[in-house]
């Protein structure tokens, strides 16, 4: 029996926050995209949910019913051991179910009358005919004039088109425990998140609260994958948990610090399937919704008529998402050299803490304190300041 056909400009494959802001967008500009995705939706994505406000900034304003937990304050510790908690007079992050809010996203893609294929899974692109691709799915042949890979971390649109966006790989495991677990401590987690550093180089380990749950995980480079088992279990131990058995989830997190070919003729990479998420953070909602975001402008202009469009996409990503994602690469290898120094300095001062805030909230960017970041003058300031601070004898 011969494969039903279908033919379309735009394909997105994932409904992700990429593919699902992305293909929004084109339907906003007049095009009918193609979304696709395996999974059936609503479906399970490992993830911690912290939407930055940076980030809240790039999504539909009715988003209020599915944000869960505001954040103001962050709780933390250094290698596991003693803490301290900062607060913000502002929010600097809610929770999300992943579940909830790709539903969302997705939900209003089909109330702008995309068509959405749930349960489709890409197994393999072919050339042609002509200039476009015709992609093997598991139910049908689709032809689409341009091909946007928003298939996440392991993205068979990258491979197909040759494309190895990736310089770093992160893995994360995380754990969903019942807050009620946790007795008195948990309530100590509505508003606040708890980040440990500086256990293990380019890793870090978190708590977030998101509703009746807590996401317990650590972070950190793949080939550390059993060092960092062995982390997360002595992080439940330090949170009074080292009894709990709860499944832990792992994924892989991908990080473009260089600018790696994200493109090929007339197939992009938006969000993971790019390496766009950030290597110190580990944030990969933001980029995946930005990326999303100067694909559909350029795809926009390429149907328009403007033949350039599409190869200019590459270069705006360069331009825009890049610098930010290597300044936090070498802020986080400049963290793994002063990490004691660096946290007494944000546990002393003020100053570090509002830099902190201002980058969540998408005031201020990696890229720019790069741009200022000048070690003598930081060095001749905190000294003046902790000569201030020591009492007279
Ligand atoms: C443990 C962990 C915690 C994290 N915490 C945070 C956080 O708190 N905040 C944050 O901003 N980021 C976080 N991230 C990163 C964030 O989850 C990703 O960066 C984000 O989901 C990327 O969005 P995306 O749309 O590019 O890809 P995804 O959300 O991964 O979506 C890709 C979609 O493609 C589909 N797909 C894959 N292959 C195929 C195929 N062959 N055919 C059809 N469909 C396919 C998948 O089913 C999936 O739905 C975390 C990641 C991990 C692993």
Redesign the pocket.
Known sequence: MTAPVASCEVAI???????ATLAYELLQGGLKPLI????VFP?I????????IK?LKLLPPDLGPVLENEIRRVQLSFNLGRAFTKASQQPLLYTVS?QRF?AFLVERVRQAGGEFGDG????KIMAGPGDSSTLV?SRRLITARVVVG???????VARCAGLQPVDFWHL???MEVPRNLMGESASGFTRTIYLDMGTMADGYAWV?PRGEVLLI?V?GALPQGPQLKRYHARLLSHLGLGEQSFPLAA???PHRVTPRPIMKGRVLL????AGL?DFWT???????LHSARLAARQILRFFRGETGALSDYQARVDREITPELTASYQFSKLFNYIGPLAFRCLERYDYPWEVFCRVMRGDRSFGEIKKRFRPDILFCKLLVKSARNRPIA
């Open positions: 494959i994932g409904a992700g926050p990429a593919g696709l995705d395996k999974a479906r994505k490992v993830c911690a949910g912290g939407l930055t980030a992943r790709d489709e899974r890409l197994e799915t928003a298939d996440g971390a392991r993205s068979i994360g495991l995380q977030f995980g972070g994924h892989l997190v938006v969000g993971d399937a998420a580990g944030e990969g909602i933001f980029s995946a």
